[in-house]
Each structure stands twice: as C-alpha cells, then as structure tokens.
C-alpha cells in the first residue's frame, strides 16, 4: 500500500525558514515524478513544485527563487525547503506522486508574526 507522510511543518515568523520532508512508502519511488502542493483556507489548492525522476524542478511563480524542492532516493523522500517566508505562504501543504491518487494528509504551515 501507497503512503505518503509529510512532516516538518509548523509556526514560523515572517522571514523565516522552513524544511517540509515526504517520506513515501512505495516500490521503485526513484521514477515517479513528485510534487508539492498547498491549500490555503478558502482557496482551492495549488501546485507549488515538481521534480521529476530526472530531477528536474518546476516552481510557481508565486515561490520561485523561496523555495527549492529535493529528492532523496535512497530514502525515498522529497523534500521543499521554504525561505524568505510570507504570509501568504500559510496553508496545509501536500505531496503527492504526480499523475496518480496518492497524496499524503498534509503538514500545516503558518506564517505570523
């Protein structure tokens, strides 16, 4: 069975840094391209970043030059760290296998002061 459990979120002040890890439990994670999204309340949810299994990376706008996803293959886990953080950056975030179901149940991220 597929699962994926996000961790490291938390509260931190504007500015600040944060590392979301995705531990994944799936044969063969090493091909499967991977991403990040995040829900804001109220909003629909967004997709931040991808890697793909070559490693390419792919960022939103709203994030590029803040954010930088990774990948682990040895231990099966991706990785976004998150800098400069704002606001607006506040949300439960999600990783997920894309092109498939699997997502995991999300990590909440709180921006304040």
């Known amino acids: 069975q597929v699962q994926l459990v996000e961790s490291g979120g938390g509260l931190v002040q504007p500015g600040g840094s944060l590392r979301l890890s995705c531990a994944a439990s799936?044969?063969?994670?090493?091909?499967?391209?991977m991403g990040w999204h995040r829900q804001a309340p109220g909003k629909q949810r967004e997709l931040v970043a991808t890697i793909t299994s070559g490693g390419t990376t792919n960022y939103a706008d709203s994030v590029k030059g803040r954010f930088t996803i990774s990948r682990d293959n040895a231990k099966k886990t991706v990785y976004l760290q998150m800098n400069s953080l704002k606001p607006e950056d506040t949300a439960v975030y999600y990783c997920n296998i894309i092109a498939t179901s699997f997502w995991g149940q999300g990590t909440q991220v709180t921006v304040s002061s």
């Open positions: 799936v044969a063969f994670f090493s091909i499967y391209d």
